[in-house]
């Protein structure tokens, strides 16, 4: 007995660790584990005979309630009834009140999951009266089970009362626990999903931000209360059909989760779910039906596959079928959920009607009405029972039932039913809510059914007025308002404004949903109508061709839609008389409705017909295997001992076992294989007609061509890039599919042998093959880790709208791929010996200087350049032709261009160690080899080495930063195609061999030869390659690959097609590892990838094709075309570098393009400047573009004798910092210039003249070397009045808006972005010397009165015109500030001074620089906090004026630096991001939409304040002060080495912007010179005070000498 009890507590101290133990887990949501735990506990306790222990009761209670917890979130509510009975009877027992609350809570939940909410709350109640007995009314249990009883209400539709009972609860948190605990937070949104439900989206809206600030306070940025909280917002912007911000909420939301929660998480799925219905909604189908089978996967990962909420995702992948109108996929979908719920939640829960509800529209839209009305009548019945008769899903249930009666032409009992759902709406939500209008929309549509058209547009009226004042201007919802109101008009015969009902119905649509959505199909065929009715035959065909075109592109081409849209066509036709084409229309309407009815007599037959199609399927996969398997050539390389010995039956069972085990370890490869980069891209690059594609051909041992075609996208010949693949180790050339297929044996052999054990394949047995054969079965998701998608993101909430989806991809199918895939991998393995080669694809690409801009795109940091140059010309000698024709580019500047676009645009700063020929120097990336050709015109070989070394050192004299990056071979070709001696033979071998032994140490070396690639990239980049020769043996194998290229390959893809495309064929692993991939196939020059096209980037699969159209569009030959009108657009493109969509359209017409492949080819051109989007005055509805390099090189310079022409100021960088300015940039500059000011343009060679009409002058900007030159000039008057206006106006504008700044600002962003090497690189001001021609940059001023400037070269003192037109000096400050002082003193000496002087109804004020609008003496003193935490008290006049008019004025200067301010601002990263992706390239661009953005969200608040409180946090107060903002009043003393806000976050560069010429000259002496806003405010007020000391001492000199000559 003793004992007994001796072993008793130790028996409750094991029970209570493994409580312990399982309420870990359950906080870890590891329920099974949790259970398990539980369940142990239990067992020891049972053990433990004392029903009089306390502990034991209170312990058996806990787990009791726990595990009752566990089953009431799995929906299992036997169970969980089953625990909390057991735990109520231990409270019981125990005597214990607050335990029986707790139990009557729990029981309540379990019986409003039940859908008895009458029940629920009668607990609910119960355990409130017991708590106020223990607590009165402060108790905090109190109040959660008030909460418990607002949750019933609001799933009852009883908001009102939810809201009261949040509200009392409230009170008590808020008495208990104060303002800022995270349960106050969390009633906090409880309101706000009630507030939401009401329609009251703002005040839900608020709510979501209160609970959000308490959270992110308590709880921090990553807890998943806060992603909870981002997750109703996104619900609430949803309804609100502000479906990008909703994306964002739920993309919010998911990252948090998955940092906090893990991948597999049942909340994850339900933030999948949730941005499911958003894409529903915006029509963008298969990204909805993604993120349904996203959460799919993880829902039956972690729930099972008997889960609600599965049921939940089942009926939205069903919504989404039914708007496809695939009707069968939708009700099997719906069956599946209908299945799930009735074994969870029994037949009469609310859920249940839902899934009714849903199959009922199902019917509906099949046509099946009565089917529709029976499913409805079940719905109801089910929602009556449970929910009452005035819950708002009985009313959309009504609503629904009446629109079945209309579709049948039962308009009276539709009616009834509409008004009996708007009686229950009224009751339960407020008058204004959307559900409101949408009941008063549907009986407008039976009053205009009924021709009542008067009611019918007063119902879409009330419905118009309550969207209208709920949902904004621009909700879907009022789209379809307004189309509804166009079909009234329409029946009534008023076409025009029926079709203005329509465009503004399409308007919002397409800001919605974009122009690829279901619905805008049905407004072009609505509109098409009209034109019918209007006789407009041709114009109701074209929009008919639109709706057609949308729906075919949605997946949708059999639709019922699609025929009534054919028939409509066809009636425009027989109106035309065309009948032949009517009739061809009415049978491909006959086409789509037989074809609907053969699928539906098919399905009815599916069960067997597939039965057959899957045996016929493994008979045609038997034989296959069994053909190879008796090919006795297919021997396995890992060389097995075979024994002769073995019979027939034993060997065949050995092969098809090894087999299998290959597959095996091919799937799992599949997860985890990777083998390391074998491939990379070496480039022949180099002027024009150098050699290059004779060199390679030598180099890769081929014949050479006696008239060898130059390697030019100029040329005619239809192959712009010559590639060839050769093995580095013995320089064969080689198939670059065949190098990847041996990559993926390589890693499938390793996963083979790891899986082998030490059992010999000769004793293999038949019951070890059967033990086996279940690898056949195996699906490949249950070896490969699970695959979740981070680029789209969204919870659950059963939504009454439609969703849309793709099919997703099941398990057999993935499998079937996979298998195919092996079959097509699996013969070659069998005789395939291993290889460790390097590989090394070689491009020649075109030299020619008109295509320098056009070399980005395909130029990689992660490959080897060979640059060649003619060792017969001299380096600055002109470039010349084949036909011997001189260029105006030295070949000096080819190669200036060439390693300019190789190395600047690089972003790799890595350095790598080589030793060659015994000597080991370090060289930076990217790699470039100088080579020399045409070695046949040298004499010797010693003066061959001579012009080698002479070459290179005039090249790295002038390119002294890039001397790291070239290795110099010494390496002479002699290419002569009709000298192949033996002699010539040798010659031409020793130097292949030389260079590839330079390459072979060079690739060795580099560390991207040594990155693992996985398995997926191979077999992924086997499909994107050009198509498999069909004459291959394996005629099987290559028609698999290229059916594949055939139907999902093009030449332009989306990263979406591309990733659709890898998920597809279960290679798929995550966003980033796709953008590696491609990349990695860009690094190769496999594809073009560019990332800043469309919103996440295009891909271009056929890299020669590309070239071939942007030589097409680019290079000019002599026009074939006979028609005017394009004979015109080549001269006009010729002339002035300007070409339309005309144009674009006639030289495209070959390539056979489509519309979005037009729009996407024209995006990637801008996106690399090769074109520029400009506005034409003659055509508004034609898209214009400039290109420069279609300019024809003999154009005339411009004729400036009757000008005024001022000196020539150049911009550009310190030779040891950028060497040189390519033509790209040059090029890139113009359009970025022509995109500011968007005014007349005139061109000839690398030279552009603007028109700027406002300021009367013009402003040329020409290429010099390595430099940009800059002029302004105006034309001369004869009439001195006139012209001294011209100059004091032209003067004006040069020193008060500096377009040179402009200009510098935007070269020096287009260097950062388009030459990251050099980023932040310092661009200046430089003159040219007198004496040496030098260029001198102007820090070296030595007296600013003077213009003295002292040259760095030759040391001589020169005064400089450059300074005094374009940064004025002292004396003609003064000047200019006098001209303006009589200016505006006598505004009719010239009409366009006076009105130029007025912005915004202000004069301007004479002393301001920058013409801000002038302030009066009334200024007001405020208080600031700097970024430093410094006071800074500021004088401003008049601080609530609109601070709009000075945004043109401040974006120039704030530049690059527009993302402080935007910080400033508050504005979200995402916003920056889209600002960002919508400017590409262009701070300045980017800075104005960023002021603009904010004037327009914040009009009436954006105040002179609020603008310098801004600048000033953002760092920028001197840009303020130097504009006049403000002024500085007082400010706290600076610690030493601080002497400005603006000390660590702009340079002096930055200040010099807009400033008088002391400023600038201030600044300029010495770059690190930091006198800051002081010294600037001081020199300009000195600078005025001399000004008026000398006009008052001039005056009273005048006056004196006036007085003197009276009195003589």
């Not at 580095?728 to 050339?733: A, G, L, P, Q």
């Not at 195919?820 to 694809?841: E, Q, R, V």
């Not at 002038?958 to 290419?975: A, G, L, Q």
Request: charged share 20%.
């Amino acid at each position: 007995m003793s004992n007994k009890q001796s072993t008793q507590p130790t028996v409750f101290q094991d029970a209570k660790l493994l409580y312990s133990k399982a309420l870990t887990s359950q906080q870890k949501n590891d329920d099974e584990q949790a259970l398990s735990y539980y369940t142990q506990a239990l067992d020891q306790i049972e053990s433990i005979h004392d029903d009089t222990c306390q502990d034991i009761d209170q312990l058996k209670y806990d787990i009791f309630t726990n595990v009752c917890d566990i089953y009431i979130e799995q929906y299992n509510v036997t169970l969980a009834n089953g625990f909390i009975d057991k735990a109520l009877q231990i409270a019981n027992k125990l005597q214990q009140q607050d335990k029986e609350a707790q139990c009557l809570d729990r029981r309540g939940q379990i019986k409003a999951q039940q859908g008895d909410y009458d029940g629920a709350l009668l607990d609910h109640n119960k355990s409130v009266e017991i708590k106020l007995k223990i607590h009165h009314n402060e108790g905090l249990d109190v109040s959660y089970s008030y909460i418990n009883i607002a949750n019933v209400y609001a799933d009852q539709g009883k908001y009102d009362g939810a809201v009261s009972m949040y509200e009392i609860s409230l009170k008590i948190q808020l008495s208990a626990l104060g303002d800022n605990h995270p349960r106050i937070a969390d009633t906090y949104n409880n309101m706000g999903s009630v507030y939401d439900a009401q329609g009251k989206y703002d005040d839900a809206i608020f709510m979501y931000q209160k609970s959000l600030k308490i959270d992110l306070l308590a709880l921090g940025d990553h807890h998943p209360s806060i992603a909870n909280t981002y997750h109703n917002m996104g619900s609430v912007y949803d309804a609100q059909g502000k479906y990008d911000d909703a994306i964002s909420m739920y993309d919010k939301s998911l990252q948090i989760k998955l940092s906090a929660l893990g991948n597999n998480h049942p909340s994850i799925a339900n933030t999948y779910n949730n941005m499911g219905l958003v894409c529903d909604a915006q029509g963008k189908y298969d990204d909805a039906v993604f993120m349904y089978e996203e959460a799919l996967k993880i829902q039956l990962s972690a729930l099972g596959d008997n889960h609600p909420s599965i049921a939940d995702t089942y009926n939205n992948m069903g919504s989404v079928y039914d708007a496809q109108g695939k009707y069968d996929d939708a009700a099997s979908m719906y069956e599946k959920s209908l299945k799930i719920k009735l074994s969870v939640l029994g037949d009469n829960h609310p859920s249940i009607a839902d899934i009714y509800h849903n199959m009922g529209s199902v019917y509906d839209a099949q046509g099946k009405h009565d089917d529709a009305v029976f499913m409805y009548e079940k719905s109801l019945q089910i929602q009556l029972s449970t929910l009452g008769h005035d819950h708002p899903s009985i009313a959309t249930t009504y609503n629904n039932m009446g629109l079945v009666y209309k579709n049948q032409g039962k308009y009276d009992e539709a009616v009834c039913m509409y008004e009996k759902s708007l009686q229950i709406d009224l009751l339960s939500l407020d008058d204004h809510h959307p559900i409101i209008a949408n009941t008063y929309n549907n009986i407008g549509s039976v009053y205009n059914e009924q021709g009542k058209y008067d009611d019918a547009v007063a119902m879409y009226d009330k419905s118009l007025q309550i969207n209208l004042s709920a949902l904004g201007n621009n909700h879907p919802t009022i789209a379809n308002t307004y189309h509804n109101m166009g079909k009234v008009l329409t029946n009534q015969c008023k076409y025009d404004e029926a079709i203005c009902m329509y465009e503004k119905s399409l308007n919002i649509q397409v800001l919605a949903f974009g122009d690829s959505h279901p619905n805008i199909a049905i407004a072009y065929e609505d509109i098409g109508v009209v034109n019918i009715n209007q006789g407009n035959y041709d114009d109701a065909i074209l929009f008919f061709g639109k709706a057609v075109s949308i729906l075919v592109d949605a997946h949708l081409p059999h639709h019922t839609d699609v025929a009534r849209i054919y028939d409509n066509i066809a009636i425009c036709y027989d109106k035309q008389n065309r009948y032949y084409d009517a009739a061809a229309m009415r049978q491909r309407s006959t086409n789509i409705r037989r074809q609907l009815q053969q699928d539906e007599t098919r399905k009815q037959t599916s069960s067997s017909s597939q039965a057959e199609d899957d045996a016929a399927d493994d008979l045609s996969h038997q034989n296959i295997q069994s053909q190879q398997n008796s090919n006795p050539s297919n021997t396995d390389s890992d060389n097995f001992s075979q024994n002769d010995g073995r019979n027939d039956t034993q060997q065949s069972a050995e092969q098809t076992l090894k087999k299998k085990q290959y597959f095996r370890a091919y799937v799992r490869a599949l997860r985890q294989g990777s083998y390391e980069n074998k491939v990379i891209r070496a480039m022949y690059a180099g002027p024009e007609c150098v050699g290059k594609s004779s060199i390679m051909k030598v180099f890769t041992r081929q014949r050479l061509a006696i008239l060898q075609h130059p390697t030019q996208i100029a040329d005619q010949s239809d192959k712009m890039v010559y590639l060839e693949v050769y093995k580095i180790e013995d320089r064969t050339t080689h198939d670059i599919r065949h190098i990847w297929d041996n990559n993926v044996h390589q890693i499938v052999l390793t996963e083979y042998k790891n899986q082998i054990t030490s059992q010999q394949i000769s004793k293999l047995t038949p019951e070890l093959l059967d033990r086996q054969s279940s690898i056949d079965d195996q699906h490949p998701s249950d070896t490969m880790q699970s695959v979740t998608s981070s680029q789209y993101i969204t919870t659950t909430t059963l939504r009454s709208s439609r969703t849309q989806s793709t099919s997703s991809t099941d398990s057999s199918l993935l499998m079937q791929q996979c298998r195919d895939f092996f079959g097509y991998y699996y013969p070659s393995w069998l005789n395939k010996t291993a290889d460790d080669s390097h590989y090394a694809k070689i491009w020649d690409f075109g030299g020619q200087s008109i295509y320098h801009v056009t070399h980005q795109p395909f130029l990689s940091s992660n490959s080897i350049y060979i640059l060649v140059f003619n060792i017969n010309h001299n380096i600055h000698d002109r470039v010349r032709t084949r036909d011997n024709r001189l260029l105006n580019i030295t070949y000096l500047q080819s190669m200036q261009e060439w390693l300019t676009a190789i190395i600047g645009s690089n972003t790799n700063q890595d350095n790598i160690t080589t030793t060659i020929d015994n000597d080991q120097a370090q060289y930076s990336l990217p790699i470039v080899i100088l080579v020399a050709s045409h070695g046949d015109c040298i004499t010797s070989q010693q003066q061959g080495i001579d012009r080698f070394i002479e070459f290179e050192r005039e090249l790295r004299a002038k390119m002294s930063h890039y001397n790291s990056n070239i290795y110099s071979s010494r390496i002479i070709f002699n290419c002569h195609p009709q000298d192949n001696s033996d002699a010539i033979q040798a010659e031409r071998e020793q130097c292949s061999l030389r260079l590839h032994n330079i390459m072979k140490s060079f690739v060795q070396s580099l560390p991207f030869m040594a990155n693992p690639i996985p398995i997926r990239w191979y077999i992924l980049a086997t499909i994107l390659h050009a198509p498999i020769d069909s004459k291959s043996n394996d005629e099987v194998v290559s028609s698999f690959i290229n059916q594949i290229r055939a139907t999902r390959v093009h030449k332009i893809m989306t990263i979406q097609e591309i990733k659709s495309l890898a998920t597809d064929f279960g290679l798929y692993e995550g966003d980033d590892e796709l953008i590696d991939m491609l990349s990695y196939l860009h690094d190769l020059g496999e594809v073009i990838f560019c990332r800043r096209v469309d919103k996440y980037g295009i891909v271009i699969t056929d890299v020669d094709w590309i070239l071939r159209i942007f030589r097409a569009i680019i290079q000019l030959h002599d026009c074939l075309s006979k028609n005017l009108k394009i004979q015109y657009l080549y001269e006009e493109a010729s002339r002035s570098g300007r070409i339309s969509t005309r144009y674009i359209n006639h030289v495209l017409a070959p390539y056979q393009l489509d519309d979005d492949s037009k729009n996407s080819i024209i995006s990637l051109m801008e996106t690399y400047d090769i074109l520029c989007p400009i506005k034409s005055d003659q055509d508004e509805n034609e898209r214009h573009f400039f290109v420069p390099y279609l300019l024809r090189p003999d154009v005339e310079p411009f004729d400036l004798s009757q000008y005024h022409v001022s000196e020539i100021l150049h911009i550009g960088y310190n030779h040891k910092d950028i060497p040189y300015i390519p033509d790209g940039i040059y090029y890139c500059l113009l359009s970025s210039c022509l995109k500011e000011w968007n005014t007349d343009i005139q061109l000839y060679y690398q030279c552009a003249k603007y028109y700027l009409i406002h300021d009367h002058h013009y402003i040329i900007i020409k290429k010099d070397k390595s430099h940009i030159a800059l002029q302004y000039c105006y034309k001369r008057n004869d009439q001195q009045h006139i012209a001294q206006i011209v100059i004091d106006k032209v003067k004006k504008s040069i020193f008060m808006k500096r377009p040179h700044d402009l200009i510098k600002t935007k070269l020096s962003s287009i260097v950062d972005d388009r030459m990251p090497k050099f980023k932040g690189a310092v661009c200046q001001y430089y003159v040219k010397c007198n004496d040496c021609q030098e260029l001198v940059s102007l820090q070296n001023i030595v007296e600013s009165g003077k213009n003295l400037i002292q040259c760095l070269s030759c040391h001589a003192l020169f005064e400089s015109k450059s300074i005094s037109d374009w940064i004025f000096s002292k004396e003609e400050d003064s000047k200019q500030l006098n001209n303006q002082v009589t200016t505006n003193l006598n505004p009719s000496h010239d009409s366009m001074d006076g009105n130029e002087n007025k912005q915004h109804g202000l004069m301007i004020d004479v002393n301001n620089k920058e013409g801000t609008p002038a302030y009066d003496d009334r200024k007001e003193k405020i208080t600031v906090i700097g970024p430093d935490q410094r006071k800074v008290e500021i004088l401003i006049s008049e601080p609530k004026s609109s601070a709009q008019p000075y945004i043109n004025q401040l974006y120039p200067v704030i530049g690059s630096k527009w993302e402080r301010l935007a910080t400033a601002f508050n504005f979200d990263r995402n916003v920056i991001d889209d600002i960002k992706f919508n400017n590409p390239q262009d701070a300045l661009n980017q800075c104005h939409a960023m002021l603009d953005k904010y004037y327009q969200s914040n009009s009436s608040s954006f105040t002179k304040l609020v603008l310098a409180e801004a600048l000033i946090k953002a760092g920028l107060l001197a840009i303020a002060e130097s504009h006049h903002l403000l002024e500085i009043f007082k400010a706290d003393e600076v610690q030493e080495g601080n002497h400005n806000y603006t000390q660590n976050t702009s340079t002096p560069d930055d200040e010099m912007k807009s400033t008088s010429y002391e400023s600038f000259q201030s600044i300029t002496n010495d770059e690190t010179n930091q006198e800051g806003i002081y010294t600037h405010t001081i020199n300009y007020h000195l600078g005025l005070i001399f000004t008026l000391l000398i006009l008052l001492y001039s005056t009273i000199l005048y006056h004196y000498q006036i007085n003197a000559k009276s009195s003589i």
